[in-house]
Every structure is written in C-alpha cells, then in structure tokens.
C-alpha cells in the first residue's frame, strides 16, 4: 500500500514538475548552424513527399514515385542523424537510479530530460519543419488508398460491352464459329467492335461434353450446344484465366478446370463457374451465348453477376441487362 | 551341325514375333488400352503412341497417376513396331517434324508466354497447378515438344493448328531450346524460378545493408 502512495506521489511531482523548470537552466548556446540543416532537410523532406502526391496525381510511374518518397525517407534519415549528433546533448549518468523515495533526485532526472529542448534556439522553425515534413510524408504514405478504386459508387464496374446480339470475335476481330470451339482446349473472345482492354470485354471459351453439363437452374440455357463462355478475369484479384485444366482420359484424370496462374483460384466450368478451390470468393460470371443462323457465336445478353475483382458494393449489384 | 541350324532359326523366329507390333502391344498395353480403363488408342495415330513411348509415359507403374518422364525400357525397333502397329488401328496423325532452326527466338518467347508459361513457367523449369505437375521441358526433344503441343498429355490443352500454327510451334521450340543456356544478363540466375526467389535475395542484401547502416548510426562516440 505505502509503495502505491509513494508511486503515485512521484508520478504527480514528475507530471507537475513538467511545468515549471524548478532549477535554472544555464542558458546553452546550441549549435544555430545545425540547426538550419536540420530545418533545410526536413523542409526538403516536405518537398519531396509533395512530389510524390503531383507525381502519383500526374504520371504515375514506379521510377518517379520510388524517387521522390525515397529521397523524402533519406531527407528526414538526415534530419534526425544531423538532430542526433549535434542538437541532443549526450550525457553519460554514471550513477545508478536513486530509490522511488528521492523526489527530489528524481526532479533532476527532470530536468535532464528536458534540458535537450531547451537548446533548440530556433525551436518554432523546426517546430514548423517537423510538423511540414510528418504531415506531408503521412499524406503522401496515404495518397496510394486512391488506386483501391471506388469505394461506395461500384456502378462504373457493372457496365459492360455485352449485350444481346454481340457477336464473338477472336483478338483479331474474327468472328468465333461454334464449329471452331473445340473440346480439351480453350480460346479467348472478345465483344465485335468493343475496347478490348475493357475489363469486361475478354471472355474464355471451352466446349463439353453437352451430358457433362450440370448447369444451376439459374444459368439454364446459358451454353449453346456444350460451348460455355465466362469472363477470363478471376473474382479474387483480377488475373487473366490462363491455364484451363483439361483430362484427356475424364474417367480417370482431375476433371476440367478453369485455373487462375496468380492464386490458383480454380472453377468448374461444367457447373457454372463455382469454386472449387483457391481464394475466390464467387463464381466466374457467366455469358450467355447461342448460335446464329450462319454458325457464328452471339451474346445472348449480359453476364450473370458482377465481373472483376471481389470488393464490398460489388456482390450485391447486378449488371445491367 | 544342323542341330545349331535349327536351334539359330528358332532364335530368329522368336526374336522377330518379339519384336512385332501386334505381339508387343498384347503384352504391354492390352490390359489397360483394350478394357474401359484406360482410353483407346483407335485413331490416336502414330504421333500420340511415338511421344508416350520414347518419352517413357508409358507404360504407366499402375492406373490413376499422372505420367512422368521415366527411363525408357523399349529398344528402339520395338517402339518403331509399337508405334506401327498403333498407326494401323485407325486414321491419325503421323509423327511431326518441326523445324525450331526455322523459328523465331523473339516470337517464340512471347507465344510460349502467351500459350506455355502459366504452367511450365516463363523458363520452362515446370511448376504446379491444382491437381497435376507440368513437367520442365529441359529433357524434351523437338519433336516430343510439338508432339506434347498436339496431343495435350494428361490435363495439358492441346492446341490445334488453329490456335499454334505449324510455324508458331518452330518458334516455340526454338525459344524453349534457348532457355537450356540463357544468357543471364543479370550475371545470377538464382535457379531461373522467378521474381519471387530474385525479390527475396534483394531483400535478404538490402537488410544486410540496412543493419550495416543502422549500427554505423548507432556507433557511439567516444571522446
């Protein structure tokens, strides 16, 4: 109990002490030339950080955002060796910690605590040097938040090129026969005349056995004669489906398999692109698609959920039909 | 003396029945490729029975496991009356003869990008997928390569003059012979297995780097 009373009777003294430099302090010279380093430095460290944000808001290039928040990171390393070496008073205690008791020692203590403060002559300026190059570093450290993409408006992700009608074309522009769709391998599509950089726009085409299917009654009719098409970008972190996992004897051997490269996120395409292992979080969204009267491949409409990459807004939205 | 005649005739006699297609087939791949447990081989051509036996695919140690290359128990005249007899059973296609020399080494990096590298990786070391092991390509000759591209073994695509023509093949065959002996510009190759090792050797020299700098910082002076 007593040894609570004296912690709490020091503690108080420390915090009241604070306020009022009970010794004077012999008023120390500093080092002003150091000091305008240490100011210049950090004020370099302010414009570098401000680079950063016009770089990223301007011509986002790796080179240019490397350069300008690593030289932020190597002005403020020298702000503070500079403040190290030559503005914090460096003072060797060869005396062990006095008891609890010593109030009065433990002001001392204090006082060479807050003795290095009182050095700094031109305190405001590297006040106002800290608190420039902290909130211009820490602004520019949080810029990058932007790439994350929409946060509450997710409807521009929901727009996509397919509609009813839109033929099937290879990177070329060629139209996709049904007749060219073979089994145990895939290909890729794009929308007639759309962008093809557009997320949405790629589309993976494979064909099965029709009594392989096993489509939800939601996605019925959504392949034309064993031939399915899904978008080629993968629900978890956006990657081009490359790999498509294809037995050659399906008695044996893993049955097909639309894989992602990146994370291995991998989908059933005979059950309507679910999950089958990996970190997706939802299915491949699916195209509906028919054969017309001369044999090419056609949208029947759009997809039957959101495309692209899984974030919160996404999941519940539908995109337009 | 004419006992050594007969006794010399036999011999020949056995060795030629040996040595045929029909008898050879009977007595390794029948009891897999005539019942429903394995597929048949009518009309896979002289192309699919070629790659599988020279590259020791089969035969396979037991049904249900992905064929690995393996040393190669047949003679060269068995897999040759092998691969006629499996011909003879129906219309396929015969043993490519691609021409990597006649390719472009350029083309055939990004085909084999385009194409190849999700599973065999860019310097086609091999790598995973979700149930299968694509094998590295270092071992693999010409015509096995365009062989392999053509028939899609075990859950590879296979791919259609459509979509690798006879010529894209011959660049990627030249580009996969070239990864046997790159030119490391970098000088390390770290194994050739890709950004991730090369990223984390970075780090590993950075951090030495970093604690070298940290301790001169720290140094104390002494007066």
Same mark, same amino acid.
């Given at each position: 109990m007593i040894r609570v009373r004296d912690v709490l009777i020091s503690a108080a003294l420390l915090l009241l002490g604070r306020r009022r430099p009970s010794i004077p302090v012999e008023e120390d010279p500093g080092d002003p030339r150091a000091e305008l380093v240490v100011a210049g430095l950090l004020g370099l460290t302010t414009c570098a950080a401000i680079g950063f944000i016009v770089a990223y808001a301007l011509d986002p290039s790796t080179q240019l955002l490397g350069l300008s928040l690593g030289l932020a990171f190597i002005f403020l390393a020298a702000a503070l060796v500079v403040t190290a070496h030559r503005l914090v008073v460096n003072e060797e205690l060869e005396d062990d910690y006095p008891p609890e008791e010593h109030t009065a020692e433990q002001e001392e203590v204090v006082q060479l605590v807050e003795e290095p403060g009182e050095?700094?002559?031109?305190?405001?300026?590297?006040?106002?040097?800290? =608190?420039?190059?902290?909130?211009?570093?820490?602004?520019?450290? &949080?810029?990058?938040? =932007?790439?994350?993409?929409? !946060? $509450?408006d997710?409807?521009?992700? *929901?727009?996509?090129?397919?509609?009813?009608? +839109?033929?099937?074309?290879? /990177? %070329?522009?060629?139209?996709?026969?049904?007749?060219? @769709?073979? /089994?145990?391998? !895939?290909?890729?599509?794009?929308?007639?005349?759309?962008? %093809? /950089? /557009? @997320?949405?726009?790629?589309?993976?085409?494979?064909?099965?056995?029709?009594?392989? =299917?096993? =489509?939800?009654?939601?996605?019925?009719?959504?392949? &034309?004669?064993?031939?399915?098409?899904?978008?080629?970008?993968?629900?978890? &972190?956006?990657?081009?489906?490359?790999l498509y996992r294809t037995p050659l004897f399906d008695r044996a051997d893993p049955t097909p398999a639309l894989v992602c490269p990146c994370h291995y996120s991998t989908f059933d395409p005979a059950s309507g692109g679910t999950v089958t292992f990996g970190p997706a979080g939802r299915a491949l969204p699916m195209l509906p698609i028919e054969v017309d009267a001369r044999g090419h491949l056609r949208a029947k409409g759009n997809f039957d959920g959101p495309v692209g990459p899984s974030w919160w807004g996404v999941r519940i939205w539908r995109p337009e039909r | 003396?004419?006992?050594?005649?007969? *006794? $010399?005739?036999?011999?020949? $006699?056995?060795?030629?029945?040996?040595? %045929?297609?029909?008898?050879?087939?009977? +007595?390794?791949?029948?009891?897999?490729?005539?019942?429903?447990?394995?597929?048949?081989?009518?009309?896979?051509?002289?192309? &699919?029975?070629?790659?599988?036996?020279?590259?020791?695919?089969?035969?396979?140690?037991?049904?249900?496991?992905?064929?690995? +290359?393996?040393?190669?128990?047949?003679?060269?005249?068995?897999?040759e009356s092998l691969v006629g007899y499996v011909a003879s059973l129906g219309q396929g296609p015969a043993i490519p003869s691609p021409q990597p020399q006649s390719g472009s080494l350029s083309a055939g990096m990004q085909l084999f990008a385009d194409h190849c590298a999700g599973c065999h990786q860019i310097m086609a070391e091999g790598g995973y997928v979700t149930g299968a092991v694509p094998p590295a390509l270092g071992d693999d000759t010409a015509t096995q390569i365009a062989e392999a591209v053509r028939i899609g073994p075990y859950v590879m695509p296979r791919f259609s003059q459509h979509a690798i023509s006879n010529g894209q093949l011959n660049s990627i065959i030249r580009y996969i012979e070239y990864t046997r002996h790159p030119d490391d510009r970098g000088g390390w190759s770290i194994g050739h297995i890709g950004p991730v090792p090369e990223g984390l050797v970075t780090w590993f020299i950075a951090l030495l780097a970093l604690v070298c700098v940290t301790l001169l910082l720290a140094r104390r002076h002494h007066a």
């Open positions: 050095r700094l002559t031109r305190r405001r300026l590297l006040k106002l040097g800290v =608190l420039g190059a902290g909130g211009t570093l820490g602004l520019a450290l &949080a810029t990058p938040v =932007l790439s994350l993409g929409h !946060f $509450l997710t409807k521009a992700y *929901l727009v996509t090129p397919w509609r009813r009608g +839109r033929r099937l074309v290879d /990177e %070329n522009g060629r139209p996709w026969r049904a007749s060219d @769709i073979e /089994e145990r391998t !895939f290909y890729t599509a794009f929308p007639e005349g759309g962008d %093809n /950089e /557009e @997320i949405a726009a790629p589309v993976v085409l494979v064909r099965l056995k029709p009594g392989d =299917l096993r =489509l939800p009654a939601t996605l019925r009719g959504y392949d &034309a004669g064993g031939i399915v098409a899904y978008s080629k970008i993968c629900t978890h &972190a956006g990657c081009a489906i490359s | 003396m004419p006992r050594r005649l007969i *006794l $010399l005739a036999a011999f020949v $006699l056995v060795a030629t029945a040996a040595s %045929n297609g029909k008898q050879l087939y009977g +007595r390794y791949c029948a009891k897999c490729h005539d019942t429903l447990n394995a597929p048949s081989l009518h009309g896979v051509g002289a192309q &699919a029975a070629d790659f599988y036996l020279r590259s020791g695919y089969m035969p396979l140690p037991h049904l249900g496991v992905q064929p690995r +290359r393996a040393r190669v128990t047949f003679t060269n005249a068995e897999i």
